[in-house]
Structure formats: structure tokens, C-alpha cells
């Protein structure tokens, strides 16, 4: 089975070589990968990084902290991957393969956590997040939150009833919804 990009990695894809452009670094690594995880905020990623309690900020400060400094020639537009990059997309081929399905940021997130000795996986070490962690957070219930989610959730409640506002709907179908929404990647506004 051939295993593609879905839009959401492609996306993330391209967001990296804007953070290795950003950086002013002449490569594409597995920095570069996480901050477009990060930065692409719409899928299960985001999620996942939301429900293990990183603090993207601190995890962007963590990741360019561990960086090289920019390069003094104008950085190319279309960095070169590094080898350890090419060895993660490989990984995530396999994650996908678990699955039986595409390439997704989840596959990605999973695959930079199997290349320990990555930037973007010390970042997330010291920043207490491991792989163990990440794939119980994927592979969780699509309508039950994490118990960190329960806020989060009922949040996302309020909101529905708030925009639905009919008593026609229960609290536990709302929530239902709520806890699919959260897991396709939707935030409820704060």
C-alpha cells in the first residue's frame, strides 16, 4: 500500500520549510517538522499537544533554544532534508501503516518521538512529553475527553448550547458532540 501525505501533513510539510526559512537555516529538520506541527493547529497534533499540556510557546522557545543560529549566507529557499528528517518520514510511513491509512500530523508527532536523539524529540523530552504519552492520547475513545479535557469539554458544551440554545437537546448528546468536535481538532473559544 502506498502511504501519502494527507492535507493536514502536507500542510505541516510546508510550514516547516517556512520555519527552517524563519530560522535562516540551510536544512529541513526535525525542528523545523514539530514547529509546523505546532504551527499547523487544526488537526489531531494540536490536540495532542493541548491534552498533554505543552505550552506551545515554551515548546517554540524550547525548539529555537536547541537551534543553530542562522545561517550568515542567504538560506536556500528549498532547504535539503536532513538525513534524520528522511528517517522520521520513514517512521511515520510505518505509523501509518499500524493505522492503514495515510500519513497524518499524528504519524508525523509519533514518528519524531522514535529519533531520540532529534531536536524536536529533546525539545518534547524536556519538556516531559513522550511517545508513550502521545499515542495514548491518539488512540483514546473519539467521544470521551482525557481526563485534562473535562474543562475543555465543557466549554465546548456552553458553546453548542449557547449557538444551539433549545432545550430539544440533552447535555449528554451535546457533550458527545463536543468530545468528537475536540477530537477532530476543534477549540472552542475561550
Known sequence: MVHRLTDRAQRAMQLAVQESQRLK?????????????????????????????????ALRKEIERRCHG?????PPTNPRQTSRLKRVIGYATEEAALDRGDIG??????????EPDSTAAKSLATLQCTAE???????????TPSPGGE????????DITTALDTPEVSTETLRSIAGALIKAGWRPQS
Do not use: K, M, W, Y
Request: hydrophobic share 45%; charged share 20%; aromatic share 2%.
Open 70 to 74: 542562522p545561517n550568515t549566507a542567504n
Open 105 to 114: 500530523i499524528e504519524h508525523l508527532l509519533l514518528a519524531v518521538l522514535r
Open 151 to 158: 474543562a475543555l469539554c465543557d466549554r465546548a458544551v456552553r
Open 133 to 143: 504519552q502521545v499515542r495514548h492520547v491518539i488512540h483514546r475513545p473519539s467521544a
Open 25 to 57: 537555516h540551510d536544512h529541513l529538520g526535525t525542528e523545523h517538522l514539530l514547529l509546523g506541527l505546532v504551527q499547523e493547529g487544526t488537526g489531531l497534533g494540536e490536540g495532542v499537544l493541548f491534552d498533554l499540556r505543552l505550552d506551545l510557546e
